[in-house]
């Protein structure tokens, strides 16, 4: 299973970006999705997640700013993120089943 995230980058506090997950070798329709994120020094936390039948979750840090979606037929996860602010810098991982994603890095600046 591979899972290649894409789309960080430089953000301004109150700007927007967009992650995206590709996964390949996995039966992809099947599995709930996962955005992690990791920033210095601390634990990774999960930030939001997407169920087969495209239920979702978000840490309620999140919640209202950001949004998971998935496109079955391309194999795709996105994540978009308005509003960013200062801590939401961080790697951000997917995941899916046990497989995690390489990471991309998200800096929001003041």
């Known amino acids: 299973v591979q899972l290649q995230a894409s789309g960080g980058g430089l953000a301004q506090v109150g700007g927007s970006l967009r992650l995206s997950c590709k996964a390949i070798?996995?039966?992809?329709?099947?599995?709930?999705i996962a955005w992690y994120r990791q920033a210095p020094g601390t634990q990774r936390e999960l930030v939001a997640s997407?169920?087969?039948?495209?239920?979702?979750n978000y840490a309620d840090s999140v919640k209202g700013r950001f949004t998971i979606s998935r496109d079955n037929s391309r194999r795709m996860v996105y994540l978009q993120m308005n509003s960013l602010k200062p801590e939401d810098t961080a790697v951000y991982y997917c995941?899916?089943?046990?497989?995690w994603g390489r990471g991309t890095l998200v800096t929001v600046s003041s």
């Open positions: 995941k899916a089943s046990s497989a």
């Open positions: 070798g996995l039966n992809f329709s099947i599995n709930t």
């Open positions: 997407i169920s087969s039948g495209g239920n979702t």
